[in-house]
């Protein structure tokens, strides 16, 4: 009864994730579509959000950087769905410093 492998797993709050499990949890590639419109496509280690990866959100932003623990951290390219653009390092799910 343990998801292993390569699978589609739809939750009950009408997430859909499709990707590589391990002991149940997502890990490896794959990509999760938010019930909310938001896609994410990249790592994951045990369920987190971890080395690099692309998230769409249903406003229109995206990110694509490196993730830490389920958060954005790192180095990372933010472009909004106003045209506006940011490069550089991410800290807490934020762009931190110069960029």
Avoid: Q
């Avoid at 938001?38 to 959100?57: F, H, T």
């Avoid at 390092?89 to 410093?97: K, L």
């Amino acid at each position: 009864g343990v998801m292993e492998g390569y699978r589609v797993h739809r939750y009950s709050n009408g997430d859909v994730y499709e990707g590589y499990f391990r002991a149940g949890l997502r890990h490896g590639r794959g990509t999760l579509r938010a019930a909310n419109g938001d896609v994410y496509a990249g790592d994951w280690v045990r369920n987190e959000r971890e080395g690099l990866g692309r998230e769409e959100y249903a406003c229109g932003d995206v990110y694509d950087g490196t993730w830490r623990n389920g958060i954005k951290e790192g180095r990372g390219t933010y472009l909004t769905a106003s045209g506006e653009m940011y490069i550089g390092p991410v800290r807490d799910d934020e762009p931190y410093g110069e960029g």
